[in-house]
């Protein structure tokens, strides 16, 4: 479905179930060009929003209550505005943290009626939480807040939710992604400091192009705590707080202090700092070639050193370089999911083809392939009549 379908069905579902008209708000969801497992080492990521949204109506009600209805999955929800009155539907949870956690920051929130769907693909790592999240936070800054809570706060208040609310312990990327997103641009955000800025992303001869292999591999153990624990373990025996302020020279010198395991590690991270800084020149330069280079480069780290791809990814990422796609690589956590591919518009369909041909004779089942565009994150589509 369209976005601008989508908007059509909500405010006739808004109509129906609640009469009249509200505000429709919009988010998106999000794409990370590279710079992957470097968050929790204090370096740099790439996201971009993406034309894929969570898109919510909403007008205020005059009660103490929330009254939500997901188009998605055709459930209804009511809920009260205290701590004691956390929905049990988990995804009601999402809108009901984002309501807590504005007003423990001192903010407004008062009962309004909603409803929302989306287009932004499940279970393909493009952060479809993080989108509704952003798009509840941004409407109820704009219907309750006079726009006063600033845009890293709201960013903050959707990773707070997944926090405290979702049980999910995540990084502020997703979120930042999905309200700071520009249409044309990507955005390189230092995940130590949190300044960030926008570069242009306007390939006229390139697209972007996610195949989600549809699988997931259930591990025994947490790789990522177990990533995670390498990186610190080395970055302590260098003296540095995070892996963000070692270099190759330094890691070397220490080769035989730390384990085989531990050294691939920390090797990934080192280099995949270098490697968000050199797309960020080539992206200045509208060097297209050196952007998908290095993202392949990221694929073989992920996949040789980091260890987190799984066979069906590198699969794919073979597939996309005998095509002569310009760049490719796993997005995302790992172990399944996705590949985000750069390629030529000329190989576009007949690259979709021949994965979607090729990865089905040998695993059984269709990849679902997407294509994306960097678009605008959290913004107010439509605004609905005063009141």
């Known amino acids: 479905m369209t976005t601008d379908q989508m908007q059509k069905e909500i405010e006739k579902t808004f109509a129906e179930k609640f009469g009249g008209e509200g505000s429709v708000y919009a988010s998106a969801g999000r794409i990370n060009l590279i710079g992957e497992h470097t968050d929790y080492?204090?370096?740099?990521?790439?996201?971009?929003?993406?034309?894929?949204?969570?898109?919510?109506?909403?007008?205020?009600?005059?009660?103490?209550?929330?009254?939500?209805?997901?188009?998605?999955?055709?459930?209804?929800?009511?809920f009260g505005?205290?701590?004691?009155?956390?929905?049990?539907?988990?995804?009601?949870?999402?809108?009901?943290?984002?309501?807590r956690e504005i007003i423990k920051r001192g903010g407004t929130v008062k009962g309004f009626d909603a409803v929302f769907a989306g287009n932004v693909p499940l279970g393909?790592?493009?952060?479809?939480?993080?989108?509704?999240?952003?798009?509840?936070?941004?409407?109820l800054n704009d219907l309750f807040n006079g726009n006063k809570i600033d845009k890293?706060?709201?960013?903050?208040?959707?990773?707070?939710?997944?926090?405290n609310y979702c049980g999910v312990n995540c990084g502020i990327m997703d979120q930042f992604a999905s309200v700071f997103g520009k249409e044309g641009n990507l955005?390189?955000?230092?995940?130590?400091?949190?300044?960030y800025e926008y570069f242009p992303f306007k390939p006229e001869?390139?697209?972007?192009?996610?195949?989600?292999?549809?699988?997931?591999?259930?591990?025994?153990?947490?790789?990522?705590?177990?990533?995670?624990?390498?990186?610190?373990?080395?970055?302590k025996r260098l003296g540095v707080e995070t892996l963000r302020d070692a270099t190759m020279d330094e890691l070397n010198k220490v080769k035989g202090d730390i384990s085989a395991e531990d050294y691939m590690r920390a090797k990934y991270v080192i280099?995949?700092?270098?490697?968000?800084?050199?797309?960020?020149?080539?992206?200045?330069?509208?060097?297209?070639?050196?952007?998908?280079?290095?993202?392949?480069?990221?694929?073989?780290?992920?996949?040789?050193?980091?260890?987190?791809?799984?066979?069906?990814?590198?699969?794919?990422?073979?597939?996309?370089?005998?095509?002569?796609?310009?760049?490719?690589?796993?997005?995302g956590g790992g172990f399944g999911g996705c590949t985000i591919n750069?390629?030529?518009?000329?190989?576009?369909?007949?690259?979709?083809?021949?994965?979607?041909?090729?990865?089905?004779?040998?695993?059984?089942?269709?990849?679902?392939?997407y294509d994306v565009v960097i678009s605008d994150g959290a913004r107010l589509v439509k605004e609905g009549p005063k009141a």
């Open 41 to 78: 080492n204090g370096g740099f990521v790439f996201p971009g929003a993406i034309d894929k949204v969570i898109m919510a109506d909403i007008r205020p009600n005059g009660t103490d209550k929330v009254r939500v209805y997901s188009m998605d999955i055709k459930e209804y929800v009511e």
């Open 81 to 99: 505005l205290n701590e004691e009155d956390a929905p049990k539907e988990s995804w009601a949870r999402y809108i009901f943290g984002i309501c």
């Open 124 to 139: 393909a790592g493009l952060s479809s939480s993080a989108a509704l999240e952003s798009c509840f936070a941004f409407a």
């Open 152 to 163: 890293f706060e709201l960013a903050k208040i959707g990773q707070s939710t997944e926090h």
């Open 187 to 195: 955005m390189r955000l230092d995940c130590r400091s949190l300044e």
């Open 205 to 235: 001869d390139y697209r972007l192009v996610l195949v989600d292999s549809r699988v997931k591999h259930e591990l025994a153990d947490s790789p990522y705590n177990k990533r995670r624990e390498s990186c610190e373990r080395v970055a």
């Open 271 to 331: 280099e995949e700092k270098d490697r968000v800084l050199a797309v960020c020149d080539a992206l200045n330069a509208g060097d297209y070639e050196t952007v998908g280079k290095k993202m392949y480069e990221t694929h073989e780290g992920l996949s040789k050193d980091y260890e987190v791809s799984c066979e069906e990814l590198d699969y794919l990422n073979d597939l996309a370089k005998e095509m002569g796609v310009t760049g490719s690589r796993i997005m």
């Open 342 to 369: 750069l390629l030529p518009n000329g190989l576009h369909d007949r690259f979709v083809e021949t994965v979607t041909e090729k990865f089905k004779d040998k695993y059984g089942h269709e990849p679902k392939v």
